[in-house]
């Protein structure tokens, strides 16, 4: 198994299996946008066993990677591509990491990494090769439909603060400099 197969065979249903929680009342009844999200996770991943229980321990490391990166997207696109973000929500249709409260708490990505590290998942089965590879299939699976420019997507989303080190880890180094060698293969020059 590798990263990319774990992608196309099996993250979907694997997804799929993980118990969401709907917005409060309030949100559902009085913002538009937000109605039909369903979050995950908690603050800083409290419910990491919850989530992870679900999946095969031998795909655990592929599920986390291909969860960070669904989530490093969303967020991307809610940031910065607000004009369309309601097309993305309809076409992705991801869960949202985070939690909902008196308001809609999305957490940081990194968490997902740091947790499961500190649950003992180890990434180094990944390969830098397979990471490159995944990264690769990221881009083109991008939707052209949205008018993103890929280049533009995958640049801002290197420099969002939220994607910047909160804690020093080889597994978060190991994913940038994967997405940094495919952004400058693609779109030149050096980030």
Known sequence: MTLSKYAH?????????????SPNVSIQQ???????????G??????FEENTEVVDAINLPYFVICLYSMTLAD????THFRH?????DVLARYPKFGWCGFGCHHEKPQYLILVAEENGIDFNKISDEELVEFMRDQWNLFPTGLMIKTCE????????PDFQPIQDSNTLSRFREA?????????????
């Open 84 to 88: 369309a973000r309601e097309e993305w």
């Open 179 to 191: 997405i940094e060698l495919v952004v400058n293969a693609k779109c030149g020059g050096s980030h």
């Open 30 to 40: 009085y913002d538009s946008i937000r109605r039909s999200y369903q979050f995950f």
């Open 9 to 21: 065979e099996h993250f979907r249903s694997d997804l799929l299996q993980i118990r969401t929680k």
């Open 42 to 47: 908690g603050p800083r991943w409290q419910e």
């Open 75 to 78: 967020q991307t696109i809610h």
């Open 153 to 160: 997507f995958f640049q801002l989303m290197l420099e969002d």
